[in-house]
């Protein structure tokens, strides 16, 4: 398995979360971490950063701005 070089602490930074949330993903996910500058898995950073994403935008929701209505 191969590592994203990434760090929880960085993928926090990057999408502007607390810490603490990033560890309660991980927690959640099963992901084993040590502390903040734990390094992760390509397969661990993709997961917890798919988890992210889909709370920032829900589904159903447009990327299109200014449009969140869900097409039929």
């Not at 950073?45 to 200014?66: C, F, L």
């Amino acid at each position: 398995m191969g590592f994203a070089d990434l760090s929880i602490a960085e993928i926090a930074a990057d999408y502007s979360i607390p810490v603490e949330k990033v560890f309660s993903l991980c927690n959640q996910l099963g992901i084993p971490y040590k502390h903040q500058k734990t390094r992760l898995a390509l397969e661990d950073a993709k997961a917890i950063i798919s988890q992210i994403s889909s709370e920032i935008r829900p589904k159903g929701t447009s990327d299109s701005m200014g449009d969140d209505r869900e097409v039929t």
